[in-house]
């Protein structure tokens, strides 16, 4: 069964158009991450599945249960959790969660427990009774995610849920997000991160200025844009056809001359590791001598570069408060390549 | 009992009745709770709440006590206190545009419109709260005024029907807040947009001189200003006098202005964009 139906929802504002007939599903249980730029749709996307936007178009149901129809048994459906950790700051951890039971009408001791087993679930037991304030970054998200458990949603909704955490929260994030998921809560996620999507999500849907321009695994699209790709330098001019027969049992499709460099090779390679030091080893036998290599995994910029032959943009001013520039910048930090050992 | 055992003994809240009045009532409550909680937690704001309003009675009692006479009140702070009073209440309200600009900015009023509640629950609990911090203040002015030589020189009936009167127009001037904090931009917007304007509605009063002490053009509408309204009919209740028009036209303003900004603030918060 499908938790959530989306059919040709539209959303403009004037001439941006924020949605332009997104088409999406997500079966019962799964993870489905919603990737794109900045500005490509997405929060639009969570907050008309939410109940919080009306468009212009379409029809949406979570549960099969209308959206549009009967918004008020949707919403004792799903948890939400926005891109701002939206806590109380000036209440503790544990009177959050209270607070969100009693909206649920739970009685009181229900709700004492259920704080109970989610500050325990996210690790804020010890923090528990402090004002939110003095928490940091990560145990705010924490504490917002939790926020959204209280009822059980069946379809949890995380808008960029590791935007603006740190890497270690980060990860903390994804262990949180994976446990959910074994748990049997279907998930919407929204990222601007391949690496994360890969990381979490059952199923992708790229959106690009309101619409939908592909759908499928991690693993699907990256065979789409070549997978991963290892980036060669040696350091003679001279020995790069030595280079070059050395690595060729190692990759998988063509070794080209980087455009930038007359000493380095760009080659796609499964995905998987192993292959750097198999890399280093031959290419020593074959007396070419290394001076750096590198394995490159896809970004979303990537993604965008081979669907729609342009750069990933940001082109509406979608509420987020991340650095457009990872997105628009072909030489910035989505595009460092990142090194496997 | 384990985590495990505790988890299974919650119910599931899956099927959720569509609100009735008594639940719009059990959310606004819930509501009303979170900002109660807080005003002790916010010295700040508790502060401003209760020196701002202490300042302006001492201020004008003896700055502009000597200068100022009005006909029928021998006596100045029996004249200017009903209109500190009424004036401070007013200015009070803007704390409710200010607070849902805030919960706006911080996505706290989407999680809010993301759960089953009632669409009035989020603005009649942060109306509702207000009046607290209204009594607290009222409270703090009326022991300075006492101090100073203020008294209520009418009946016990009237003392309460003028300051019940004046908690009821702040009340309906905090609907028109409402709808000013979801209509800004910003928490910034906010406190500017729902300051601004109070000062001329309050000043162009009988708060603080007769307005047939004004220039000719200005009287009309002082006259006709529903703030004068609300200060004429709580100076005659508090001094013993007759409210007469006042009272009806007070009353006719409050209700007026909360049917109206309560209609127009549940309608944008449901529609409200962050």
Redesign the interface.
Known sequence: MDAVVAAGLVKHYGETKALDGLDLTVPAGSVLGLLGPNGAGKTTAV?VL?????PDAGSASIDGIDVLREP??V??????T??????????TGR?NLE??G?????DKS?RQ??A??LL??FDLTEAADR?TNTYSGGMRRRLDIA?SLV??P?VLFLDEPTTGLDPRARIGMWSVIEELSNDGTTVVLTTQYLEEADQLADNVIVIDRGVKIAEGSVDELKDRIGGDRIRVSIARVENIDLARSALASLVTGEIELDNESQNTLVAPIRAGGGVVPAAIRALDEAGAEVVDVEVRRPTLDDVFLTLTGRRAEGNDDD?SDTDSSVANSPTSAAHQPEVTS | MTTAAREAATPNMASHPKPGLADAWRDASTEAMRHLRIIPRNPELLGFSTIQPVMFIVLFNYVFGGAIEVPGFSDYQQFLIPGIFAQTMVFNSSFTAVGLADDLSKGLIDRLRSLPIARSAVLVGRVFSDIARTVLTFTTMVIVAFLIGFRFEGSVAGAIGGTVLMMAFAISFSWIQAFIGMSVGSVEAASAASFIWMFPLTFVSSAFVDPASMPGWLQPIANHNPFTRLVNATRALYNGLPPGEHLWWSLFWIAAITVVFAALSIRRFSRVTN
Do not use: C, D, K, N
Request: no cysteine.
């Open positions: 907050r939410t109940t919080l936007l009306q008020h048994a919403r004792s459906r799903i948890g939400l926005g891109q701002y950790a939206a806590v109380e700051e000036r209440m009177e607070m969100i009693q909206f649920f009408h739970l229900s427990s259920r109970s087993a325990e679930r004002v926020m009822a059980r069946s509420s």
